[in-house]
Nanobody, 118 residues
Framework: QVQLVESGGGLVQPGGSLRLSCAAS????????MSWYRQAPGKERELVAA????????NYAASVEGRFTISRHNAENTVYLQMNKLKPEDTAVYYC???????????WGQGTQVTVSS
């Protein structure tokens, strides 16, 4: 059974940091591009960051470039999102997504809430 389980969300003050984790199971993690998306209330889901299957190439939304870092540990089937210098506009539900390198397989996690507020 495929599972993507996000954790690490919560309430943080502006300027603070959080690290999100996404633990994967039920598929060959190292064959998948991993991404983080977010969705704020009333807005469409948007790509935050992505990392290739080998972890050698990255892509970031302009709004988080220089503040967020995506990484993965293939031996532990886990992808991370380190979020620094958080802003109120980063408040959203953050989702983990797995997409096969060459095929149509696509999986989503259930999401974790991040709230940036004083």
């Amino acid at each position: 059974q495929v599972q993507l389980v996000e954790s690490g969300g919560g309430l943080v003050q502006p300027g603070g940091s959080l690290r999100l984790s996404c633990a994967a199971s039920g598929f060959t993690f190292s064959n998948y591009v991993m991404s983080w998306y977010r969705q704020a209330p009333g807005k469409e889901r948007e790509l935050v960051a992505a990392i290739t299957s080998a972890g050698t190439s990255f892509n970031y939304a302009a709004s988080v470039e220089g503040r967020f870092t995506i990484s993965r540990h293939n031996a532990e089937n886990t992808v991370y999102l380190q979020m620094n210098k958080l802003k109120p506009e980063d408040t959203a539900v953050y989702y983990c997504k797995a997409g096969h390198r060459f095929g149509p397989q696509l999986y989503w996690g259930q999401g974790t809430q991040v709230t940036v507020s004083s």
